[in-house]
């Protein structure tokens, strides 16, 4: 449990961010510290009536992956066998094509949707929830 400050030190600039953790549907809240523009840590918060200032691994752990080497910091779309950079407009329009021809193939009853909405982002939950709705 990390309850102490984002700075250890205590003599760096760090704003702190409210946040929570979409990693699991507990919604625990959290403070995001950000220096220079990056995140450096994390804890929860105190007064947060979820985790009470508690995080668990996930919440913990989870923004080291922002800076990891290997993290996409944007869509690739498979073309010819090889995996292509693409636009999130090319992304999510090949996504929507794709689900509908599942639906006209095997109607509603072939796509699958988890409503835990503290595990979608902002993004996968616009394009999914019309398309399961709208047939």
């Known amino acids: 449990m990390q309850v102490g400050p ?3 030190v205590g003599k ?15 919604g625990c809240g959290l403070d995001i510290g950000v220096k220079d523009g990056k995140v450096v840590g994390v804890r929860g918060r105190a007064a947060d009536r979820v985790n009470h200032g508690r995080l668990g691994p996930k919440g ?3 923004w080291k992956s922002l800076h990891h080497g290997d993290r996409l910091l944007y869509p690739q779309i498979r073309r010819n ?8 407009e090319e992304a999510m329009t090949l996504i929507v094509q794709r689900t509908r021809d599942v639906q006209r193939r095997l109607t509603n009853h072939g796509i699958g949707q988890s409503v835990l909405a503290a595990q979608l982002s902002a993004k996968s939950f616009q394009v999914s929830t019309p398309l399961v709705k709208s047939s």
């Open 81 to 88: 066998g090889k995996l292509e950079r693409a636009t999130w």
């Open 6 to 8: 984002l700075c250890p």
């Open 60 to 62: 913990l752990h989870a």
């Open 12 to 26: 760096c600039s760090v704003h702190d961010h409210l946040s929570d953790v979409t990693l699991s549907s507990n």
